[in-house]
Each structure stands twice: as structure tokens, then as C-alpha cells.
């Protein structure tokens, strides 16, 4: 049974380019939410998509933004990229049942984005 | 908002040491609580839970009781191994989302 899976590992793009991260969750999930980790902190929340639609975001900009797919599948797609967007982006699926709270999410190896 | 406040690391222990990584965190209504790992190069793994006040979450010699009379929910462990050398993640998820606090780099020495 693959677990959640995350492409491109490692990306290395130049401020003001657009990058795009992609997910597998794993299988029986349908949802997938998305983390930044800048080094040496926790990851933060950057937005959960449920039913192809975005359920919940966090303090992140609108240069944030993502897309799921029919087959649970989502991609992260960041805009005009800034120097402090280099960090380790990682993609947790979970299955929406048990209530808030409830869900374990389940977090792929990331994908680590340098700006320069 | 919510909140977790971690002991600021790192921590360095001889193997078979006794563990303990202090956790408490500030959030309306009743979140679930959580401890990832995370070991170099790899993403976040979940290492236990606890849903309610009480609950005692427990995995491969780890232990976690949710106190919610004090807000804490510190990790032990009796004995650490080479191992366990690692960053670990207090987190609480009082909806969907995870809130984490900053990590605990844990370092044990053979």
C-alpha cells in the first residue's frame, strides 16, 4: 500500500517564477492538506481541499494556490516567487470521517523549493 | 489562536536515558493532540495521539497523557535508544487543520 507521495523532491526556481508541487494521497483518502516547514520550525497550514474544492486556509497569501483532482490527487502552485518561499512544502492525507479533529493525517517526504 | 509551546531543544541524552519533551498548548474547545516524528530527509510520521482529556496515546515505547487541567501533553519515554534521534512535533487539531509547535531536535548518543 504506497503512502503519500510527493513530486519533484527537490526544486531550485528564481524569484518571480511560478512553481507547481505535486500530491498522491494515499490510497482510501480524500483529502489532502498542505504544509510549509521553513528550517529549523514546524510545518503551518496552508489550505485543505476536499471534493475538488478548497475547505479551509490558512494565513498564507492568495499566491498560494491549489487544485485537487477527480482521483484525490492535488497540486500546490505558488505565483511570483519570493525568496521566503524556500522551505520544505509537504503534502498529509487523511480520510474525512471521524469528525474535526478525529482525521490522521498522513504526510508524504515533501518537496524541498530553494528560491534564489 | 491556537497554540502549541514546545521545550526548546536540543536535548542530548545517553542511550537508555530517560525522555521527556514538554508540550502545552492553548485552544478552545477540545482538540485532539498529537506527536509527529520526524526523522533527517524525511517527512512528518505520526508517533501518537490522544483524543480526549485522560487518554494516554502510546507507540513503540512512547507515552503521552492529555491533560487538560494543566493544557500539557508531555512525550516520555523510559529508556531512548541511538535510534530515536530525531525531531519531534507537538501538534493539536482543534478542526481539520494541524497546529504545530516549533520541534524538538533529541539527539542520543551511543
Known sequence: DAGVTQSPTHLIKTR???????????????????????LGQGPQFIFQYYEEEERQRGNFPDRF???????????????????GDSALYLCASSRTSGGPGGNIQYFGAGTRLSVL | GD??????????????????????????GYPSLFWYVQYPGEGLQLLLKATKADDKGSNKGFEATYRKETT???LEKGSV????????????????????GSGTQLTVLP
Not at chain 2, 541524552?13 to 521527556?20: D, G
Request: aromatic share 10%; charged share 10%; proline share 4%.
Open chain 1, 65 to 83: 494556490s491549489g487544485h485537487q483532482f477527480p482521483n484525490y490527487s492535488s497540486e500546490l502552485n505558488v505565483n511570483a516567487l519570493l525568496l
Open chain 1, 16 to 38: 518571480g517564477q511560478q512553481v507547481t508541487l505535486r500530491c498522491s494521497p494515499k490510497s482510501g483518502h480524500d483529502t489532502v492538506s498542505w504544509y510549509q516547514q521553513a
Open chain 2, 3 to 28: 497554540s502549541v509551546t514546545q521545550m526548546e531543544g536540543p536535548v542530548t541524552l545517553s542511550e537508555e536515558a530517560f525522555l521527556t519533551i514538554n508540550c502545552t498548548y492553548t485552544a478552545t
Open chain 2, 72 to 74: 500539557s501533553f508531555h
Open chain 2, 81 to 100: 535508544q541511538v535510534s530515536d534521534s530525531a525531531v519531534y512535533f507537538c501538534a493539536l487539531a482543534p478542526s481539520r487543520q494541524l497546529t504545530f
